[in-house]
């Protein structure tokens, strides 16, 4: 299967800790997204890379999180001194971007953060 | 900016009858992309159907359908003959276009249906 992949699936860690999720597009993918869904909500964007190069990014992402997509294949998603509002599921998706594409995003299946 | 409303947080249907999810929009860009995705207790977002603003036709694809009615800015979701497998959350999601970036999408906070015998 080649689908997109995230990892780990699930975290538990401590306030104030740092905590680093990973995600694996469709490899022939080079556009790349976060979304951060809490609980009885849609998912909400968080920032998006055209290969590496992350082109936009949400007011929902505070100077604790920094995402990096260094050869712009994987990702990785970095939340600094967590607090228990951070506490959600982490979702990632990748799409083409040439014309005539599939128009829609592909998702992996998350990586739900909890933090005590 | 970009607002997908989804008024029914909660449905129920019979099997093998048809359900019609709600969903409406508000975008002042005359060029935008519907979505609907599927998103079972595993978590995953399962892609159901997409409808562009300048389809003329209503989008189908197997047992969903789209009810795209573009004056009243809805996007109503169709599925018929429901299946146990069905039971899930349902998000409505637009793309956005207005910064530039023809790619981010806006959900709205979902439905949850319930299919029973």
């Known amino acids: 299967d080649t689908g997109v992949s995230q990892d780990p699936r699930h975290k538990i860690t401590k306030r104030g800790q740092n905590v680093t999720f990973r995600c694996d597009p469709i490899?022939?993918?080079?556009?790349l997204y976060w979304y951060r869904q809490t609980l009885g909500q849609g998912p909400e964007f968080l920032t998006y890379f055209q290969n590496e190069a992350q082109l936009e990014k949400s007011r929902l992402l505070s100077d604790r999180f920094s995402a990096e997509r260094p050869k712009g294949s994987f990702s990785t998603l970095e939340i600094q001194r967590t607090e228990q509002g951070d506490s959600a599921m982490y979702l990632c998706?990748?799409?083409?971007?040439?014309?005539?594409?599939?128009?829609?995003?592909?998702f992996g299946p998350g990586t739900r953060l909890t933090v005590l | 900016a970009q607002k997908i409303t989804q008024t029914q947080p909660g449905m129920f249907v019979q099997e093998k009858e048809a359900v019609t999810l709600d969903c409406t929009y508000d975008t002042s860009d005359p060029s935008y992309g519907l979505f609907w995705y599927k998103q079972p207790s595993s978590g995953e977002m399962i892609f159901l159907i997409y409808q562009g603003s300048y389809d003329q036709q209503n989008a189908t694809e197997g047992r969903y359908s789209l009810n795209f009615q573009k004056a009243r800015k809805s996007a109503n979701l169709v599925i018929s003959a429901s299946q146990l497998g069905d039971s899930a959350m349902y998000f409505c999601?637009?793309?956005?276009?207005?910064?530039?970036?023809?790619?981010?999408?806006?959900f709205g906070t979902g439905t949850r249906l319930q299919v029973t015998l």
């Open positions: 999601a637009m793309r956005d276009t207005t910064t530039g970036t023809a790619s981010k999408l806006t």
């Open positions: 998706a990748s799409s083409p971007s040439q014309a005539g594409g599939p128009p829609e995003q592909f």
């Open positions: 490899s022939e993918h080079n556009r």
